[in-house]
């Protein structure tokens, strides 16, 4: 009896990769890139914008949550609670950016080496922040990526669902600017 459990479970195991085999994979085949949603060139231009915004808010979240831990001063709680909130938001989106990029067939890029060399933002500084610095700092980065975001839903037009999705996350990042900036005023 024993002996006929693994030799079920052998072939078993041996029938899973032929059935894998045998699944249509358009994701992994050039050949087969008509399987996935829009043309080649839409998706190529939407890939890009989706990863460029990608390693942003991977970024962003870093910077807020660093921001989050470390403000210090007469703002420290109105901050840390807001900054809570906002890399929270920032969290959801990288899924789905990240998410929307597979749908098209293309991997994503969440690694943290390629995000520190492709986000194209400042760094950051160690340490306590006292808390106008840490309105500075990030009132700069997401301005930046504000701005880089009007820029790529201009540029995915001829997708609609990924400029849907780049138009929720700029919605959001202006949202969080305007808290920011209210601290200033
Ligand atoms: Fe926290």
Same mark, same amino acid.
């Given at each position: 009896?024993?002996?006929?459990?693994?030799?079920?479970?052998? %072939?078993?195991?041996?029938?899973?990769?032929?059935?894998?085999?045998?699944?249509?994979?358009?994701?992994?085949?050039?050949?087969?890139?008509?399987?996935?949603?829009?043309?080649?060139?839409?998706?190529?231009?939407?890939?890009?914008?989706l990863?460029?915004?990608?390693?942003?808010?991977?970024?962003l979240?870093?910077?807020?949550h660093?921001s989050?831990?470390?403000?210090?001063?007469?703002?420290?709680? %109105?901050?840390?609670?807001?900054?809570?909130?906002?890399?929270?938001?920032?969290?959801?989106?990288?899924?789905?950016?990240?998410?929307?990029?597979r749908?098209?067939?293309?991997?994503?890029?969440g690694?943290?080496?390629?995000?520190?060399?492709?986000?194209?933002?400042?760094?950051?500084?160690?340490?306590?922040?006292?808390?106008?610095?840490?309105?500075?700092?990030?009132?700069?980065?997401?301005?930046?990526?504000?701005?880089?975001?009007?820029?790529?839903?201009?540029?995915?037009?001829?997708?609609?669902?990924?400029?849907d999705?780049?138009?929720?996350?700029a919605?959001?990042?202006?949202?969080?600017?305007?808290?920011?900036?209210?601290?200033?005023?």
């Open positions: 009896m024993r002996n006929a459990l693994i030799i079920a479970g052998t %072939s078993l195991c041996l029938a899973l990769p032929a059935a894998a085999q045998d699944m249509p994979n358009a994701y992994a085949d050039d050949a087969a890139a008509s399987a996935v949603p829009l043309e080649e060139g839409v998706r190529g231009t939407s890939s890009e914008a990863q460029d915004t990608l390693y942003e808010l991977i970024a979240k870093h910077m807020t660093q989050h831990w470390n403000v210090t001063g007469p703002l420290f709680y %109105s901050l840390h609670d807001l900054l809570g909130e906002a890399y929270t938001g920032l969290g959801g989106y990288i899924d789905q950016v990240a998410e929307r990029k749908a098209l067939g293309a991997p994503a890029d690694r943290p080496a390629a995000v520190a060399q492709n986000a194209a933002l400042p760094g950051f500084p160690e340490g306590l922040l006292a808390d106008d610095e840490v309105l500075d700092l990030l009132l700069t980065r997401y301005e930046t990526v504000s701005e880089r975001l009007q820029q790529r839903i201009g540029e995915t037009s001829d997708d609609p669902v990924t400029q999705l780049l138009i929720d996350v919605r959001t990042i202006e949202k969080d600017l305007w808290m920011i900036r209210s601290f200033q005023l």
